[in-house]
């Protein structure tokens, strides 16, 4: 049975963050919207909620975070996602390249990979640390066992890496395994680098020899010179949100109807059977498009 919120939108996606914690300190990050969370889901607390997740007609799971590779039981985790589904990971890939193959082997379909500069001092600033050679490092080692195709997360940051749009497009031009996302930032904690994506939609919508829309949140996606570039465009975007079909998780147990509000939860912690259906029924009942 798949369930519809009261917008007739159907939810065939659940997004669940494994933890809070992560290894970069991103100058925008909005931590897919948590709030000081104390406690993190068990493998076992998981594993069933993906199983009711299928049973109410979730066909697609995105393992995210903070930084998911960061949990010791992923593996675990990725071996509990009921067959049929496809599961896939959203990562900084600090920590990919020696754990790619295992990942593969547990089941995971695919990653994405954040990636906002191929610049190794701007890398550093954005992100606390440098290390954009072990995130290459991470991408090759996807593509090599083939957690494909590998997404690039590029968030558009003004003054910061808006000069790098084609460098990202050469680098993945000609790769089939690899797809730019250009991610609009979604202003968190008086974050202020807000990049113009309209530009960027402008130019590319100019030069596409083939422009496909997505059926979740109807985003674009732009083929052009061999490169695939799709763009996240939330803010303000009332047909980004009539066509968003996912469910969050949060890493302490709550089931999420909005990213972008956090008044709405569903208390999970301690459910399980019966009490964990009516949960994710009302979670879905409470969803409402953020823009409309
Ligand atoms: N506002 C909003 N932003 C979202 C939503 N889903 C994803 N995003 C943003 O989109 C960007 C990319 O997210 P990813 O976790 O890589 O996943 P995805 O691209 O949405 O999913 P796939 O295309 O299935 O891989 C991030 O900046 C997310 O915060 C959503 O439902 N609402
Ligand atoms: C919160 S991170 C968690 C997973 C992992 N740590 C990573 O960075 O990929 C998930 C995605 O959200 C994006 N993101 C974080 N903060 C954002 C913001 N303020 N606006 C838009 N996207 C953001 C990141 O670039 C990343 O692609
Ligand atoms: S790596 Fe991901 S979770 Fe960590 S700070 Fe950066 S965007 Fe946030
Ligand atoms: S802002 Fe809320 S309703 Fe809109 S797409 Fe994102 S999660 Fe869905």
Redesign the pocket.
């Known amino acids: 049975m798949v369930l519809k919120d009261p917008y007739n939108r159907t939810v065939t996606n659940l997004r669940i963050?494994l933890t809070s914690r992560?290894n970069?300190r991103?100058i925008?990050?909005?931590?897919?919207g948590e709030v000081n969370p104390k406690e993190q889901m068990s493998a076992e607390d998981i594993a069933e909620l993906m199983r009711v997740g299928v049973q109410f007609g979730i066909k697609n799971i995105k393992f995210?975070?903070?930084?998911?590779l960061l949990r010791r039981d992923l593996l675990d985790i990725i071996r509990s996602v009921p067959p049929g589904v496809e599961s896939s990971?959203?990562?900084?890939?600090t920590l990919l390249a020696a754990k790619a193959a295992a990942l593969k082997e547990a089941g995971l379909a695919r990653v994405?990979?954040?990636l906002?500069t191929l610049r190794p001092e701007r890398y550093k600033a954005i992100t606390g640390k440098d290390c954009l050679a072990d995130v290459l490092a991470g991408i090759d080692a996807a593509i090599e066992v083939g957690l494909t195709p590998v997404k690039l997360?590029?968030?558009l940051l003004e003054g910061i890496n808006e000069d790098e749009l084609d460098d990202f497009m050469a680098f993945v031009r000609g790769k089939r395994d690899l797809i730019l996302?250009v991610?609009?930032?979604?202003?968190?904690n008086e974050?202020k680098f807000h990049g113009d994506v309209d530009s960027v939609e402008q130019e590319l919508d100019e030069r596409a020899t083939r422009i496909v829309t997505r059926r979740m949140h109807h985003r674009k996606k732009y083929c052009l010179d061999g490169a695939e570039v799709e763009v996240?465009r939330?803010l303000h975007n009332t047909e980004f949100c009539a066509f968003c079909n996912r469910l969050r998780v949060t890493s302490d147990g709550k089931l999420k109807p909005c990213l972008l509000r956090s008044d709405n939860l569903v208390d999970i912690r301690g459910k399980h059977g019966k009490e964990l259906e009516d949960a994710f029924r009302e979670a879905v009942s409470r969803r409402e498009p953020f823009f409309a």
């Open positions: 963050s992560c970069l991103c925008y990050c909005h931590a897919e995210t975070g903070g930084e998911p990971m959203t990562t900084n890939g994405n990979v954040s906002d997360n590029m968030v996302q991610i609009e930032l979604m202003e968190f974050c996240v939330p």
